[in-house]
């Protein structure tokens, strides 16, 4: 999927050890898991902020989003619907969640039953 040309980005992106980045964000998600059974809020919410905040969470999102996802080859509102594994590592480095979702935007798509 991937250039002939590998730039250090997608050397990098392609070398990454999904098994062990899997692990990682299972093993925050389990301790999420457990510290809500034990109804301990602020364990919860610490946990939860590490994981946003983790490098395995954001490339394992990234990945799941553009190469696993069925809808992978859909293109969105901007009309892409493919990166390259240089723009999947620079879309995991720069991504960050601060808590407040942006608006969406809405396309009706026609059915062609009516």
């Not at 250090?8 to 998600?29: A, D, G, M, R, Y």
């Not at 809020?41 to 990945?63: N, P």
């Not at 619907?81 to 026609?110: H, M, V, W």
Request: proline share 3%; aromatic share 8%; hydrophobic share 35%.
């Amino acid at each position: 999927m991937c250039d002939n040309r590998l730039s250090s980005s997608e050397e990098q992106w392609k070398h990454l050890n999904w098994k062990v980045l899997n692990f990682n964000v299972s093993k925050i998600q389990k301790k999420i898991y457990i510290a809500s059974k034990m109804q301990k809020k602020r364990e919860v919410a610490s946990l939860q902020k590490f994981l946003v905040r983790s490098w395995s969470a954001r490339v394992v999102a990234v990945r799941r989003v553009s190469q696993d996802n069925r809808g992978k080859v859909t293109p969105g509102v901007d009309d892409i619907f493919s990166l390259t594994c240089k723009q999947r590592l620079e879309l995991a480095r720069c991504l960050s969640i601060d808590g407040k979702a942006n608006k969406i935007r809405r396309i009706y798509i026609p059915r062609p039953d009516g």
